[in-house]
């Protein structure tokens, strides 16, 4: 998982460039309000030689919508999916099984948190772990 942050989205930018022209899923009429066509092309390079799913879901006092879409070898393969169970439908198109009591969601952890801020707060832990410090894009090609 990769919250998308100021410095993430410069990242995403640079990286994005080599796909410029290729269209892309934010360029068609879809659900998604953070999807950028930049977000898109970047998901585009991430996904070559393997898959990657792209979510967004709020929900407030039970509220809510999910959205998803899967990109493998640099175009869409599933989606944009858009309403309750999409993210779970992504998870398992990437090889994610339900396990008893607990659906795709739970079981690869995305309920740990329930904001983004949250998530930011454990990468920002996890990396100063690690012996890191701040928001840092990783070195080599994506």
């Not at 898109?40 to 959205?67: C, K, N, P, Q």
């Not at 309750?84 to 739970?106: H, M, Q």
Request: charged share 25%; proline share 4%.
């Amino acid at each position: 998982m990769v919250p998308l942050t100021e410095a993430w989205l410069q990242h995403v930018q640079q990286t994005a460039a080599a796909f410029e022209g290729r269209g892309n899923v934010a360029a068609e009429t879809t659900p998604f309000e953070f999807l950028t066509a930049t977000v898109d092309l970047w998901i585009r390079a991430l996904s070559i030689g393997s898959a990657v799913a792209y979510v967004e879901t709020e929900y407030f006092a039970g509220e809510g919508f999910e959205r998803a879409a899967v990109w493998r070898d640099g175009a869409p393969v599933l989606g944009p999916l858009d309403g309750a169970g999409a993210i779970n439908r992504a998870l398992r198109f990437l090889g994610v099984v339900a396990e008893a009591g607990r659906e795709e969601f739970d079981v690869v952890g995305l309920g740990r948190h329930r904001s983004l801020e949250e998530w930011i707060h454990e990468a920002v832990r996890r990396g100063e772990e690690d012996g890191e410090r701040g928001e840092r894009p990783p070195s080599g090609n994506l």
